[in-house]
């Protein structure tokens, strides 16, 4: 049976990459994507959505969502990582569709509460959306099939601070409350992303089978790859929204612990995902106060990496 999902995003090209395996999988029921900031302004990714969906062909719900984090400033969208248009600074068509009327909280509480026990939340930017949604209806916590969360890192360090991960620092309040919120959870971070690579090899046939989409995604990977030559050294990128994705589709190739996260909200460590394995006793009981969730620790990248690519081949 197909996973019905709504997909909260920023796109962003790995964004974008993975809006492509949610709009083309045949075990994908994509109900709607909601948009936040983060990657670029909330216009931006509400824009570059309805491109997105419009390129494949599809007519899917796009709800615009968080425009700023729930209590601190926002942070300059990063346009050295994705350009200013969030999709490599390319050349652009226009759009034809218009955002759903509703906000992208009321669109996530209404799509669950008509669908309870079915729908999965996949969100891969930061969280606000999926905060706002719990602050509208707490209800929703029971009706949920599952959330996946690509962000945090609980070995692997941080990409924006030593510790902390783009998403988790971009709105490490709204991270707190959905991390801890209780409903079925598994977070897909650093420790699995930046294991998987997205070489030019992959890319090439992922544009050859992808049309007018495939076109903006082989563009915009070219500037994407040019940042993780200089960040990481390798050659491709790291297809981080992508592997939230082959979680839910193939979990066997990923390998998880189960555990209590909490969030660091302010100081140094802000933004840091701080997991507390199940049944380890640390010298306080304060690490272990919060639900269970899951979290992945390894990954076999490559058989990860090659999947998106057959997938959009």
Not at 75 to 94: C, Q, R, T, V
Not at 100 to 126: H, M, Y
Not at 135 to 150: A, E, F, H, N, Y
Request: glycine share 10%; charged share 20%.
């Amino acid at each position: 049976m197909p996973h019905p999902i709504i997909f909260d995003t920023d796109p962003g090209v790995d964004d974008a990459q993975a809006i492509a395996i949610a709009l083309r999988h045949p075990d994908i029921e994509l109900l709607g994507l909601t948009t936040t900031y983060g990657n670029v302004d909330v216009e931006t990714a509400t824009h570059n959505a309805l491109l997105l969906a419009e390129l494949a062909g599809r007519d899917i719900p796009v709800a615009q969502g968080a425009a700023a984090p729930m209590v601190k400033p926002r942070h300059p969208a990063p346009a050295h990582i994705h350009g200013a248009n969030g999709l490599g600074d390319i050349e652009l068509p226009a759009i034809q569709g218009r955002p759903d009327p509703r906000s992208a909280a009321q669109f996530i509480v209404d799509t669950v509460n008509a669908r309870p026990g079915e729908v999965t939340l996949v969100a891969v930017g930061p969280v606000g959306n999926l905060a706002a949604a719990l602050q509208l209806d707490p209800t929703i916590i029971g009706k949920v099939r599952q959330v996946v969360i690509m962000g945090g890192s609980i070995r692997e360090g941080g990409n924006v601070t030593p510790v902390a991960e783009a998403n988790m620092f971009n709105d490490p309040d709204a991270a707190a409350r959905v991390l801890t919120a209780g409903w079925p959870l598994t977070l897909v971070g650093l420790d699995v992303t930046h294991r998987c690579v997205l070489t030019p090899a992959h890319m090439a046939r992922i544009e050859a089978g992808q049309g007018a989409l495939g076109r903006v995604l082989a563009g915009s990977y070219a500037f994407y790859r040019d940042f993780y030559h200089e960040f990481l050294g390798i050659d491709g990128c790291c297809p981080h929204d992508s592997c939230a994705l082959a979680w839910l589709l193939r979990p066997e190739l990923f390998d998880t612990a189960r555990g209590h996260l909490t969030v660091a909200t302010s100081g140094d460590a802000e933004g840091q995902t701080i997991f507390a394995p199940e049944g380890r006793a640390f010298i306080e009981g304060r690490w272990s106060r919060t639900p269970l969730v899951d979290v992945c620790l390894d990954v076999e990248g490559q058989a990860v990496s090659d999947w998106i690519a057959d997938t959009l081949a």
